[in-house]
Nanobody, 119 residues
Framework: QVQLVESGGGLVQPGGSLGLSCAAS????????MGWYRQVPGRSRELVAF???????NYLASVKGRFTISRDNAKNTVHLQMNSLAPEDTAVYYC?????????????WGLGTQVTVSS
């Protein structure tokens, strides 16, 4: 089992910045990818960004150039820096961490943190 605790989020004006952090604990020896999903009520979840253990980052097209994901393997943390935020970025953001055991990949999720972009 992996436990994830998120921090950050909140209310910000359009064009502003926010940072989200997530710390993993528990059975973290086999952690691979870490990242963030987001979801708006009534819409499907979308993968915002993820980063491999070696530091390879991938982004949703609509956030590329505005969001930056980073991780600290020693602390088992992942951070999402969000700049130039727009109202369409409003969502609940969920941290995830993937564990590989042999060939089985399991994803664990945080409880989510609300990000609201509004004037």
């Amino acid at each position: 089992q992996v436990q994830l605790v998120e921090s950050g989020g909140g209310l910000v004006q359009p064009g502003g910045s926010l940072g989200l952090s997530c710390a993993a604990s528990g059975s973290i020896v086999s952690l691979t990818d870490m990242g963030w999903y987001r979801q708006v009520p009534g819409r499907s979840r979308e993968l915002v960004a993820f980063i491999s253990r070696s530091g390879d980052a991938n982004y949703l097209a609509s956030v590329k150039g505005r969001f930056t994901i980073s991780r600290d393997n020693a602390k088992n943390t992942v951070h999402l820096q969000m700049n130039s935020l727009a109202p369409e970025d409003t969502a609940v953001y969920y941290c995830f961490a993937a564990v590989m055991l042999r060939t089985v990949r399991t994803e664990y999720w945080g409880l989510g943190t609300q990000v609201t972009v509004s004037s």
